[in-house]
């Protein structure tokens, strides 16, 4: 248990790489819509773009138990 509620498994929206022209743009899109976006490398899960508000609440738990 982690003491708090588990990590839901969802679908996240992706982006092929190779669709993104600026990156700035990417991070105002992920700010923007506070949800993980899953950025894909000739077809396959490559790396994950968040804010840092929805890493914070997706890792916070987990911080917290290691204190113990």
């Known amino acids: ?3 708090g509620k588990p990590l839901k498994k969802q ?3 992706t982006i092929p ?3 993104i ?3 700035a743009q990417l991070v105002q899109e992920v700010k923007k819509s506070d949800t993980p976006v ?3 490398k000739d077809g396959k899960a490559d790396t994950v773009a968040m804010s840092v508000p929805v890493y914070k609440s997706l890792f916070e738990p987990f911080e917290a138990c290691e204190k113990f």
């Open 1 to 3: 248990p982690t003491g």
């Open 11 to 13: 679908s996240l929206p």
């Open 17 to 19: 790489i190779e669709e």
């Open 21 to 23: 022209p600026e990156i």
């Open 38 to 40: 899953l950025i894909t």
